[in-house]
Nanobody, 125 residues
Framework: VQLQASGGGLVQAGVSLRLSCAASGRTYIIYRMGWFRQAPGKEREFVAAITWSGGRTSYTDSVKGRFTISRDNAKNTVFLEMSSLKPEDTAVYYC???????????????????WGKGTQVTVSS
């Protein structure tokens, strides 16, 4: 599975931005996909995830109500719609895919075997 993320950029606080992640290759093995981000000097953190067939979503608390993850199965693409962006959302955003379901209580990064190259999102105040 290959993942290609796009849509990042430099924006002002308060605006919206949509990231896309196109999957190719053996996409039929994907069970769930997610977005993660990494700010300078910080660890990579979970942002949002979605199951490929059922569309069940999960978000980290800091983005609930502002970010929306969705998928287009026909195009093998996952989107992250980000609104009301804040400077603290500045990071490199990565999409990832897993073949397996997430075990209850486990961090979303578990099982994420496939990663795309990141796309930079910079939010100025």
């Amino acid at each position: 599975v290959q993942l290609q993320a796009s849509g990042g950029g430099l924006v002002q606080a308060g605006v919206s931005l949509r990231l896309s992640c196109a999957a190719s290759g053996r996409t039929y093995i994907i069970y769930r996909m997610g977005w993660f981000r990494q700010a300078p000097g910080k660890e990579r953190e979970f942002v949002a995830a979605i199951t490929w067939s059922g569309g069940r979503t999960s978000y980290t608390d800091s983005v609930k109500g502002r970010f929306t993850i969705s998928r287009d199965n026909a195009k093998n693409t996952v989107f992250l719609e980000m609104s009301s962006l804040k400077p603290e959302d500045t990071a490199v955003y990565y999409c990832a895919a897993s073949r397996s379901a997430l075990r209850a209580g486990s961090p979303q990064i578990n099982g994420m075997e496939y990663w795309g190259k990141g796309t930079q999102v910079t939010v100025s105040s």
